[in-house]
């Protein structure tokens, strides 16, 4: 099944505690990007990755660093979290062919609360 | 720069039509899109429209695109309860990297 996993889907750490928040698509994609939503501001753009060793700040990158190594995997990093980083994440892909449509696929979330 | 935007909420009474409204700004955009988001989960496709188009139906689904005003509308008929979810505009440009740009969704809230 063509799927997103991210994980944990739940996470409550405090400030301080480093922490990485996994993402791996099944589906050979370029592109994968992560997401913040927050109520009343809607999804913004954390940091995107456009291809192995090839990553772009977004919107919101301050405080989170991430890295592609590999196609399928693009873990979000909080190397000193605050609490203005609770927030539900998260992670999508596709693939960026032009000419098509381009779906993005969206994991399930993490829920991520910062004491 | 580019710039997608819809109203944060809509409520509507079961059996009702929905419409969600969009504006954006790039002007070059070739597709359009509708994701939804159901309590608890990510978002999905709901459906899409090539710039090239003014209006895509799908079963309750209709997609109105007016290129001149940058305006985009999902209208969905028959609203029932398990509509219920944020909708999300979505436009795609023309530059290289494909990359969408997201409104910050319209909380659609359906009740008997």
């Known amino acids: 099944e063509a799927q997103v996993t991210q994980n944990p889907r739940y996470l409550i750490t405090v400030t301080g505690k480093k922490l990485t928040v996994t993402c791996s698509q099944n589906?050979?994609?370029?592109?994968m990007s992560w997401y913040r939503q927050d109520p009343g501001l809607g999804l913004r753009q954390i940091y995107y990755?456009?291809?192995?060793?090839?990553?772009d700040k977004g919107d919101v990158p301050e405080g989170y660093k991430v890295s592609r190594k590999e196609k399928r995997n693009f873990p979000l990093i909080l190397e000193s979290p605050s609490p203005n980083q609770t927030s539900l994440y998260f992670c999508?892909?596709?693939?960026?062919?032009?000419?098509?449509?381009?779906?993005?696929?969206f994991g399930p979330g993490t829920r991520l609360t910062v004491l | 720069g580019e710039d997608v935007e819809q109203s944060l909420f809509l409520s509507v009474r079961e059996g009702d039509s929905s419409v969600i409204n969009c504006t954006y700004t790039?002007?070059?955009?070739?597709?359009l899109y509708w994701y939804k988001q159901e309590p608890g989960a990510g978002l999905q496709l709901l459906t899409y429209?090539?710039?090239?188009?003014d209006m895509k139906q799908d079963q309750r689904l209709t997609v109105l695109l007016n290129k001149k005003d940058k305006h985009l509308s999902l209208r969905i008929a028959d609203t029932q309860t398990g509509d219920s979810a944020i909708y999300f505009c979505?436009?795609?440009?023309?530059?290289?990297?494909?990359?969408?740009?997201f409104g910050r969704g319209t909380s659609l809230i359906v009740h008997p």
């Open positions: 429209i090539f710039s090239n188009m």
């Open positions: 990755s456009m291809n192995v060793e090839v990553t």
């Open positions: 589906m050979n994609h370029e592109y």
């Open positions: 790039d002007s070059s955009s070739t597709y």
């Open positions: 999508a892909s596709s693939s960026p062919v032009g000419g098509r449509y381009n779906e993005q696929f």
């Open positions: 979505a436009e795609r440009g023309t530059g290289g990297s494909y990359i969408p740009t």
